[in-house]
């Protein structure tokens, strides 16, 4: 039991210590390529989620470490009746029951929100494509309206609320706030519908860019890692409910990785160009000669090329955020393919590739295409 605490421990804490260093490594990047002004609504969301990540962290050390995975759950009738309220075990199980209704509300906090941040990074891809917002609004509702139905099961499930903790009689089986039937199988379906949701909506966007095949794929890949969660979702809840023994301590443990996948894959998409970059070297690509741009070519309606005025110098992050993208992180017209009335712009670079580069200036930001 000493072993498996200390190994429950060390857990949480590499968990907690990859997830916070991914968050705020994405932060870093997105600053160093927009600054604090340019952030979105996906950026301040993986904040507030580390915040709540670590919360779900300290309960599930107490429930798994200091309440050692006890909760109501798991008693014959006999061991209820010959527990003694003021003993060390009682105690232990009321407040194990209690973390538990504590933690499942954090986990769906934490998984509800690495979907909003995926569809509000969508929303940045697609700000200046209009048709897109509608679905992204829709997905918003229907994690919003799922959170919520979600909550009502896990507060009203159990009624009256008190004996969710209750240790003598036996309250019945779905008082267990660990392995509620209502519960597991409620937040199962409403994580899968909403995660389904929320994966389809890049899909026509990623597939309609302006970009090679194999990047299309790569792209697409990196978004449908999110698909990940599902499955670690339905194995949670198999070894919840085919466990006999300690319901409390698998809820609890398993609750927190889920959610440890959540947040990786999540924000995979975002990090893959800065992963690419440290990995160039071992592939060999810092060896081959960047290529440049000095100035970049509008064609107007007429057909009649012209330079836009200005000039100015990208960041590499600005150019090797994501390949497709404009400068700060959006789809243009341009990477979509399609006829704008003043501009279209293929530069043929390799964005993920290119570290220096010098493109110009557009005043008017709707002909910013990039």
Known sequence: MASDTTLATVEI??????????????????????????????????????????????????????????????????????????????????????????????????????????????????????????????????????????????????????????????????????????????????????????????????????????????LILLVSANCFVIAVAILRAYLILSTDTAGARQASRWAYRVCFVAVVTTNLPLLFPLLRRWMSPVMKESHREPRRIKTITAWDRSGSPGKLPGARRLSRWNTGFCPGLSEDGRLTLASLGRSGQRAIVDTGIDCASSDDIEMEEVEDPVREMV
């Open 13 to 218: 804490f590499v968990l907690l210590g990859i997830s916070t260093a991914i968050i705020v490594l994405r932060t870093y990047v997105r600053m160093t390529a927009v600054g604090w002004e340019g952030l979105w609504a996906d950026d301040y969301i993986m904040i507030l989620v580390v915040l709540m990540y670590s919360v779900l962290a300290a309960c599930t050390q107490v429930a798994v470490v200091k309440c050692k995975g006890l909760a109501n759950d798991d008693m014959t009738p006999e061991q209820r009746a010959s527990l003694d309220p003021e003993g060390e075990e009682y105690a232990l199980r009321v407040l194990g029951a209690k973390i538990e209704i504590v933690s499942r509300v954090l986990y769906l906090v934490v998984l509800w929100m690495t979907k909003a941040a995926m569809l509000a990074f969508c929303r940045r891809l697609t700000e200046r494509l209009g048709k897109y917002k509608k679905r992204i609004w829709v997905g918003i509702i229907l994690l919003a309206a799922s959170w919520l139905a979600d909550f009502l099961i896990t507060i009203f499930n159990c009624r009256p609320f008190p004996m969710n903790w209750q240790i003598y009689p036996d309250p019945g089986q779905m008082c267990y706030p660990a392995t509620s039937p209502y519960g597991v199988y409620g937040t199962l379906s409403l994580n899968i519908l909403t995660s389904l949701y929320v994966f389809f909506v890049p899909l026509p966007i990623l597939w309609m860019a302006n970009i090679k095949l194999w990047k299309k794929i790569g």
